[in-house]
């Protein structure tokens, strides 16, 4: 054999080894299905191991088609294993794993064709030109991220600046509510001395005392009113939570002031004193004469003096009247069929009114009774007064407390509302409150949920919000929300569906979230 025959000869063995790739004592250059990376995995001059270590088995075995080890790494470059893995590396575009089923059957997954190489099928190596897209889109990406980045730094300015006057208005409010307490002590002290001035003056007028079992029977009757307010506060706290919410009043058609067949949010706000949430000391202080007239109401219960010692019913005039009272607090006009126009008066207002018809007091017993009123006056509008610094210290609590990201960038959000239109609804995103779906025809806001909490994946915590405690759906769960966010250059809510039945999806751009330190991450240097 001449020279030329022998390097022949030699080469074609060389090459033959190569693309074999599993020739024992040969060098392999690349194993067919994995990346060069993890070429050292597979050394050609020994056995090979198992890579979940199960197995040894020789180095000829490796791609030749039978799949010997349980994890399927002896065999990355054909279908003989279920459950491996075939590596295209897609030069040019973006690498990719495959499930090794996929390798030739005769469909080309792999851009650069590398998948079928046994097939027969005739695949183009478009990877250039799908890199070329992958990568003008990746730049529009990069440009809106830089684009909201600028807008999402004006966020965080902002968000920063309310947390600093957050701050700022709570140590003002503090400072104002121990004042307000000091002022409704004195109050309270001036209102007892007036009262009790005014009931002396007015015992020559009082009638007859009451025979002492009547007063037994009524002191029965209060013990009885506050373990029956601890009994129905226990009914209401349905999840055993040890508070009452607003979503747990929605439920109870009992809560449904203007009997419309749905109890909203501001309905069940009335009836909690305007706060979201109580416990069961506040229910019986503030709570608990809200709701016991509607309670009394519904369940037949109301009886005027007269009807209490006969034993009788509650009469159609003085059931319109308790329900009169039982919404004293609320604005609320009412014009007279036979009678001028006049404010509404409270049940102990109306009693002093008749008092007053019936009996004429001397001028300095009139004096005291106008004094006492006053007095009781300016120790209510004392008690409001603490108690809206109360409700403002809370919710300044709460904004203090919750997360508005690492940078405080969703601060300027919270309470702003968004809306989405389709063919049929009007949806309502109030960020941090609640989403509310309304009927285009008409009708109320049903609620789909209040603010929960993120609830977004490792490293893109801020990317989900939860919405739950909705409205009931007939005969299924509360409703609830999932708002998905994106880098968006302007805040838009931009697509709502219910992928569930009282489950619901909503889509949200916003340029807090065009943070390129959490976007660098997902960037492909392959391109």
Request: proline share 4%; charged share 30%.
């Amino acid at each position: 054999m001449n020279n030329y025959g022998i390097y022949l000869v030699a080469f074609l063995s060389v090459n033959l080894s190569i693309l074999l790739g599993h020739v024992a004592g040969t060098k392999v250059l690349q194993i067919r299905g994995i990346p060069i990376a993890k070429s050292s995995l597979y050394p050609s001059d020994r056995d090979f191991q198992c890579l979940d270590g199960s197995q040894l088995i020789p180095f000829s075995h490796v791609n030749d088609n039978y799949c010997d080890c349980a994890d399927g790494s002896d065999e990355p470059g054909t279908p003989a294993c279920r459950n491996g893995s075939f590596y295209c590396e897609n030069s040019g575009h973006k690498p990719r794993y495959i499930p090794t089923t996929w390798v030739n059957d005769g469909v080309c997954d792999c851009c650069d064709a590398t998948d079928e190489y046994g097939s027969g099928k005739e695949c183009p190596n478009n990877c250039y030109e799908l890199g070329k897209e992958a990568r003008l889109e990746q730049q529009k990406a990069e440009e809106l991220i830089k684009e909201g980045n600028k807008i999402r730094m004006e966020m965080v300015g902002k968000g920063k600046q309310l947390k600093t006057d957050y701050q700022s208005r709570l140590v003002k409010l503090r400072v104002d509510h121990m004042e307000a307490e000091l002022m409704k002590v004195e109050k309270e002290l001036l209102k007892t001395q007036a009262e009790e001035r005014e009931n002396a003056a007015l015992e020559k007028y009082k009638p007859a005392e009451p025979e002492q079992p009547a007063a037994e029977e009524a002191g029965e009757e209060e013990e009885l009113r506050e373990s029956d307010a601890e009994d129905y506060f226990k009914l209401l706290d349905s999840d055993n939570s040890g508070t009452i919410t607003i979503a747990e009043l929605q439920t109870r058609v009992t809560f449904d002031k203007d009997k419309n067949g749905v109890v909203t949010e501001e309905e069940a706000m009335f009836f909690l004193n305007n706060m979201k949430e109580i416990n069961l000391q506040e229910f019986m202080d503030s709570a608990w004469s809200n709701i016991k007239p509607f309670l009394m109401l519904e369940q037949g219960m109301f009886k005027s003096a007269d009807q209490k010692e006969e034993e009788e019913g509650v009469g159609e005039e003085e059931e319109e009247e308790i329900h009169e009272h039982a919404e004293e607090g609320s604005e609320h006009e009412k014009e007279e069929d036979d009678g001028p126009e006049c404010e509404e008066a409270t049940g102990a207002e109306q009693t002093e009114k008749a008092e007053e018809a019936q009996v004429q007091y001397d001028e300095e017993t009139q004096a005291l009774i106008d004094e006492a009123a006053v007095a009781r006056e300016n120790f209510q509008a004392a008690e409001r007064s603490v108690n809206d610094l109360l409700s403002e210290i809370r919710q300044l609590e709460e904004k203090l407390d919750r997360d508005y990201g690492a940078e405080n960038e969703f601060a300027p959000l919270d309470g702003e509302c968004f809306e989405y239109t389709d063919l049929e609804y009007v949806y309502t995103l109030c960020m941090f409150a609640k989403a509310t779906q309304r009927s285009k025809s008409g009708g109320s806001d049903i609620s789909l949920g209040h603010w929960n909490d993120w609830s977004g994946p490792e490293g893109r915590k801020y990317s989900q919000m939860k919405f739950d405690r909705g409205l009931t759906c007939w005969n299924g769960p509360a409703r609830t929300t999932m708002i998905n966010l994106s880098c968006g250059k302007e805040n838009k809510l931009i697509s709502v569906t219910e992928p569930n039945r009282c489950e619901y999806a909503m889509e949200f751009s916003t340029p807090a979230l065009c943070n390129p330190s959490m976007h660098s991450t997902n960037a492909h240097d392959e391109l």
